[in-house]
């Protein structure tokens, strides 16, 4: 079983940054695909970005690609969003997930999420 806690959202300006932390328990965190997903109330939730255990090159959103970063530490078990050039559209509840196999942008593909953490970008 792997348990997911989010921190660091919060309410920034347009053009602000804010950084996600993800902290996963367990001691097979470097086997594990990690993932950041994003919902806005009534809407699915949004793929914005994946870390493979495998390494290689993360998988970015089309929407995030250039402003965003996901980073992982397998010492700590802790995975990483960097958010930069905040949009007033970026504005969701993010959430950390993971799952065991390749990165993937399919939501349902993952097996573990955490609670969420609000991010909220006023222009």
């Known amino acids: 079983q792997v348990q997911l806690v989010e921190s660091g959202g919060g309410l920034v300006q347009a053009g602000g940054s804010l950084r996600l932390s993800c902290a996963a328990s367990?001691?097979?965190?470097?086997?594990?695909?990690m993932g950041w997903f994003r919902q806005v109330l009534g809407k699915d939730r949004e793929f914005v970005a994946s870390?493979?255990?495998?390494?290689?090159?993360?998988s970015y959103a089309d929407s995030v690609k250039g402003r965003f970063t996901i980073s992982r530490d397998n010492v700590k078990s802790m995975v990483y969003l960097q958010m930069n050039d905040l949009k007033p559209e970026d504005t969701a509840v993010y959430y950390c997930?993971?799952?065991w196999g390749w990165g993937t942008g399919d939501a349902s593909k993952y097996d573990y999420w955490g609670q969420g953490t609000q991010v909220t970008v006023s222009s």
């Open positions: 367990g001691r097979t965190f470097s086997s594990l695909t």
């Open positions: 870390n493979s255990w495998s390494g290689g090159s993360p």
């Open positions: 997930a993971a799952r």
